[in-house]
Structures are given as C-alpha cells and as structure tokens.
C-alpha cells in the first residue's frame, strides 16, 4: 500500500511535500469546516486536517485506519507536546482503510482501564504509545546485546525447549510425552546445562536470548515464562569475565537511554552487601545503613535481646514527629512477616531518646546508642534483633521502603554493582536443608573446598549477581569444570548415587573429555527492560504476559484439553 512517510518523522523540513501517511485515528475534531485528526503509526502521531469542501471524505471515527495523501504545512498553532507538532497535514484524498469496533480501553498512554481488561485485549493495550516504547527499549537492549557479544566473536545458539529438569531451584513445567507414556519433559529453567555443555562441545564463547520457564509464585516482577540474556564463556578468570560484562552493560545503557555508565563497576562481598544494606540487592543510592548493635544492647535489661543472633538498628533521619502508634503498629507488622516476633522503635527528641522501650536502658547504653547511630532530634532509631536472616532482610526491606515514602530516589538515577563472593550453600530456615545459594554447578572458591566434608555452608563460591538499582539484574559463576568436585556437591545436596545418574548422569560424564574452565552469567532482559523504561511491573515490557495467577486473559491459558488428549499422552485428571 501507498506510504511516503513515518507520521510523527514528519517536520518543518518537509514543508510543501506531498506525502502519503497511514494509521489509526486517535482523535478527531470537528469544527465545522474543518476536521482535525490526529493519525497514529508507530512512530507517533500526526495532524491530518480535512477541509468540508473535500470530496468522497469516508466516515472518520476513532481507531478506524485511514489512508490519508496531502500536503505538509507549517502550522498556526504549533503543539509541542507532539514531536510532529510544528506542521499538519492538509488533505487532498482520505481513503477508509478498515473499520473498527469502539475499543474497550482508551488507547492513550493514559489509562483508567484495570489491568486484567488491558491483558484481555492486549492487542488494544499495545497501540498505546508508552506500550510500544517499552517493547522498543527491550528490542534496543537485545541488539545491542548482539552487536556486542558478536564483536567479540561469541555466537547465537538454541538450546532446547523440551529437555530434562534443570538445577535453578524452582519448580519445573512439565510436557507430558506422547510417545513415551508416564515420562516427561521440562521445560528449561534456564539453558544452564546446555551452555555448559557448549563449552565442552569448543564453542568457547556462547550466547542466547533464551526463553526460560520457572512455576513459581508470581510478583510484581515475576512472570512464568521470562527472557534471558544468555551468556557462557571459556579460559577466562572472574575479573576478565566480569570486565567483558561490565562492557556489555555499558553498550546497553549507551544505546537504550544514551546513559554513560562508569566502569568498572564497584564489587561488594555478599557479607558486606548483607551487613551493611540488609540485603544481597543493595540499593545505594541512599543510607539508612545497619549497625550492629549488640554489644550495646545486650547490657539493657530487656530479656528478649538475650542469646538473639543479631541485634541491629537502621536510622532513619527527621521522621520522629510523623511516627505515630500506627506507623509503629506498620513497622510490627512487616517484622513479624520477617518472622520475628516484633521490633523497637525509638525516637530522639530533646537530644535523648524517648519511647517505652527506654525503661530497659541506662545512660551509657543511651549515649552509645547515640552515637552509634549518629542520632539527632527527630531521627528514629529501629531496632531488631533474632536470627541474623531475618533481622537482616527485615532492615533491608524497611530501608527501601523508607527510601521510597521519603522520595529519596531521584528519578533518572543509576546504581550499578556487582555483589561477589556469595556463599556456595545456604540453609532453608523451613526445611533446614541446604541448598545451592545459585545453582550446583557454581564453583567453590579453591581456598574454601577444605570445608567440603566438614563444615559446607562456610564455602563461599566464584558467583557474582549485577545489581542495578536494587533489583538483581542478573547472576552467573564461575562453573566447576572438575568431575569429583561436581559430584561431592551432588551429595552434599542430598543427592543419592541413583539420583545423579538419572538427574545428571550425561552431563557429568561429559566432564571427563577435556572440560575447559568456564564461566558465565544470566541478564534477566525482562528486568532491564523495566529498570531502562522505568516500570515496576514486568507485565508492562512483556508483550503478552500472564497475569498475576499465572493466566492469560487473552487467550484463556491454560485451558482444559479434551478427553481424546488425554487418552493420547495416558493421562488421567484427578478430580478434587
Ligand atoms: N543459569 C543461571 C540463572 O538462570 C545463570 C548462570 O549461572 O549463568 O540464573
């Protein structure tokens, strides 16, 4: 069909041209006249005007799709709020492209529609521009991802969607076999075998935006099925690999929202990340450091701070007089969802510190207090203590919070680090079961594989997450390219001989034909492309996601399938 131009590329340059646009009509107004209408492409929107003399004008309504050929002019009136806003179009022919029925949602970035209407008619949902950016920004970032990684020679390879369950620590999807009636596939939770299995096969250099799939409870940035930025290399150590990476991200922030990142990126030990920031995703654009506190503390005569693990306090500075019961009451809450039992909150007004809890204290304990603190009149200061993994995420969590209520974060800022050294192994406070803090193929730093037989949870591991802007943003390690070290972590997992040999049988034979050393990491594409376009909400860069019970409104999925199904992959529902 006839076209000559992008709408919104058209300006005062190309005044006097005779041009042919196409596009949905996004608004129209009729003065008599003159009809105004405002045509919408991808690229934006431009003023179309028909004057009443014109001939065979169809009829004009909202979204339906016109064919509009004329001449561009300077406007009166410009509107900067449109990048085209300087001319307008003046009509010579409209043609009536297609109709369209009256949408269900406004298709303006502006929107009161409820989320799950948007899902339903995501179609709708994505001609609204701020949409369309979105998916621009994730289509920016996976180029330049490629141009990138293929500058240094890494190349694209697919790996399987119909595999074997793989390590990452969450529950698999499951694709029943036809064929093979009782057995399985999963889907991948990551291609992580697979990329090491490239190493070995020579590729030396792999990447992937790899589709991922993790049955878990969803978040607000949490999808089903989400988009990696794939990445495994060979013969390089953690700081060339990392510097490699660090470059990466660098391209991406350049060519997405021309931000300059600094390299290199500062490196965090995981225990410094956690005792510092109360979590292993710092934010750092703000304070509200934690203390350690306990000395201090376990002189007060306060008997629920004896024998706790960890007692540590945040500040948070000039909120004292707005810390009513209720806030307090709100701060309890959140600790007990931490699985504490409860926390202290004390006020500094009056150069001294104030609050109920004070009974318990003497002088000296307050002045050290103070000044650990660095307290000043209306500053809080709270307090928890308990075992350390809960004490620790508990103040995290309550300084972002702070951060956030306060307006603390400027808009349009960066933070970007790597957090290292992360433990090789954590215990479940559930289950108390250890597991692999990243996966099991994360390699043990050489200097702690002593503690192997005797004490495994002291083994911290060559793994490194980037963390941006308090989100993980991705994780990757070192891998073990050692079989007998592979499976002695097998077992400290718990697994037995025969579960080896099933689970990973394949891939640790591989390891006896000339494993190099290899490392490699993971970008969660849906996660940059929330941090880049500015969302909180994964479903917002994702094109057709799944709503927060895991169902597409759109579609319906998942659906009951028919019996005759059923019968083929000898599958029977359990009615409960
Ligand atoms: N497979 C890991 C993940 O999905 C990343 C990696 O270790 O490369 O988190």
């Given at each position: 069909m006839e076209r000559t131009a992008r709408n919104a590329e058209l300006s005062i340059?190309?005044?006097?041209?005779?041009?042919?646009?196409?596009?949905?009509?996004?608004?129209?107004?009729?003065?008599?006249?003159?009809?105004?209408?405002?045509?919408?492409?991808?690229?934006?929107?431009?003023?179309?005007?028909?004057?009443?003399?014109?001939?065979?004008?169809?009829?004009?309504?909202?979204?339906?799709?016109?064919?509009?050929?004329?001449?561009?002019?300077?406007?009166?009136?410009?509107?900067?709020?449109?990048?085209?806003?300087?001319?307008?179009?003046?009509a010579d022919k409209v043609v009536l492209v297609n109709t369209a029925k009256t949408t269900p949602l406004i298709i303006a970035d502006e929107t009161d529609a409820l989320e799950d209407t948007r899902?339903?008619?995501?179609?709708?949902?994505?001609?609204?521009?701020?949409?369309?950016?979105?998916?621009?920004?994730?289509?920016?970032?996976?180029?330049?991802?490629?141009?990138?990684?293929d500058s240094l020679n890494f190349i694209e390879v697919e790996t399987p969607i119909l595999t074997l369950s793989t390590p990452e620590g969450a529950r698999d999807y499951l694709v029943p076999s036809r064929i093979h009636h009782g057995c399985f596939y999963a889907l991948p939770q990551s291609p992580q075998i697979f990329k090491q299995l490239l190493m070995i096969g020579g590729l030396e250099r792999y990447y992937q935006i790899a589709r991922c799939f993790r049955d878990e409870d969803l978040r607000a940035d949490r999808q089903p099925d989400f988009t990696q930025i794939d990445i495994?290399?060979?013969?390089?150590?953690?700081?060339?690999?990392?510097?490699?990476?660090?470059?990466?991200?660098?391209?991406?922030?350049?060519?997405?929202?021309?931000?300059?990142?600094?390299?290199?990126?500062?490196?965090?030990?995981?225990?410094?990340?956690?005792?510092?920031?109360?979590?292993d995703k710092p934010d750092t654009r703000f304070g509200f450091l934690l203390h350690d506190v306990k000395e201090i503390l376990l002189k007060s005569t306060?008997?629920?701070?004896?024998?706790?693990?960890?007692?540590?306090?945040?500040?948070?500075?000039?909120?004292?007089?707005?810390?009513?019961?209720?806030?307090?009451?709100?701060?309890?809450?959140?600790?007990?969802?931490?699985?504490?039992?409860?926390?202290?909150?004390?006020?500094?007004?009056?150069?001294?510190?104030t609050g109920s809890f004070i009974?318990?204290?003497?002088?000296?304990?307050?002045?050290?207090?103070?000044?650990?603190?660095?307290?000043?009149?209306?500053?809080?200061?709270?307090?928890?203590?308990?075992?350390?993994?809960?004490?620790?995420?508990?103040?995290?969590?309550?300084?972002?919070?702070?951060?956030?209520?306060?307006?603390?974060?400027?808009?349009?800022?960066?933070?970007?680090?790597?957090?290292?050294?992360?433990?090789?192994?954590?215990?479940?406070?559930?289950?108390?079961?250890?597991?692999?803090?990243?996966?099991?193929?994360?390699r043990p730093r050489d200097e702690d594989?002593?503690?192997?037989?005797?004490?495994?949870?002291?083994?911290?591991?060559?793994?490194?997450?980037?963390?941006?802007?308090?989100y993980e943003a991705g994780g990757g390690s070192l891998r073990i390219y050692n079989q007998e070290v592979q499976h002695k972590i097998f077992e400290v997992l718990g697994l037995s001989e025969e579960d080896i040999k099933r689970k990973f049988g394949f891939f640790i034979d591989a390891f006896q034909y000339g494993?190099?050393?290899?490392?490699?990491?993971?970008?969660?594409?849906?996660?940059?492309t929330m941090i880049l376009g500015q969302t909180d909400n994964i479903r917002d860069v994702i094109a057709f996601p799944k709503n927060l019970s895991a169902v597409c409104p759109m579609s319906g999925a998942p659906e009951i399938v028919d019996e005759a199904q059923l019968d083929e992959l000898g599958i029977q529902v359990k009615k409960d």
């Open positions: 340059k190309n005044v006097g041209e005779s041009v042919t646009v196409v596009g949905w009509v996004s608004k129209r107004r009729n003065l008599g006249s003159i009809l105004f209408v405002d045509l919408r492409d991808r690229s934006g929107i431009v003023q179309v005007v028909i004057n009443d003399d014109l001939k065979d004008v169809p009829e004009i309504r909202n979204e339906y799709i016109l064919q509009v050929k004329g001449v561009v002019s300077k406007r009166n009136n410009p509107n900067p709020q449109l990048k085209s806003g300087e001319i307008e179009i003046v899902l339903k008619y995501r179609y709708l949902d994505l001609r609204r521009p701020i949409m369309q950016g979105y998916l621009d920004i994730r289509h920016k970032i996976k180029m330049a991802a490629h141009n990138y990684l495994e290399t060979s013969f390089l150590d953690q700081d060339q690999f990392l510097t490699m990476m660090e470059g990466l991200i660098k391209e991406i922030f350049k060519k997405t929202i021309n931000y300059d990142v600094k390299l290199p990126l500062r490196r965090i030990p995981y225990r410094e990340a956690m005792d510092k920031y109360g979590s306060f008997e629920g701070y004896q024998g706790a693990e960890a007692i540590r306090a945040i500040k948070i500075d000039g909120v004292a007089q707005n810390t009513s019961r209720k806030v307090i009451d709100g701060l309890t809450l959140e600790a007990r969802k931490f699985g504490l039992g409860g926390l202290t909150v004390l006020k500094v007004e009056n150069n001294t510190l009974k318990f204290l003497n002088e000296e304990i307050i002045n050290d207090l103070m000044k650990e603190m660095d307290a000043k009149n209306d500053d809080i200061i709270i307090i928890a203590a308990g075992k350390a993994n809960r004490v620790l995420p508990l103040l995290g969590a309550l300084r972002n919070q702070y951060a956030k209520e306060l307006g603390l974060i400027k808009p349009n800022t960066y933070d970007l680090l790597w957090v290292v050294d992360f433990p090789l192994f954590e215990r479940d406070v559930e289950s108390n079961q250890i597991t692999s803090t990243h996966h099991p193929f994360t594989l002593k503690y192997l037989d005797t004490d495994p949870t002291k083994i911290l591991s060559y793994a490194y997450d980037i963390v941006i802007n308090g494993t190099p050393p290899h490392a490699g990491m993971a970008f969660g594409l849906d996660r940059l």
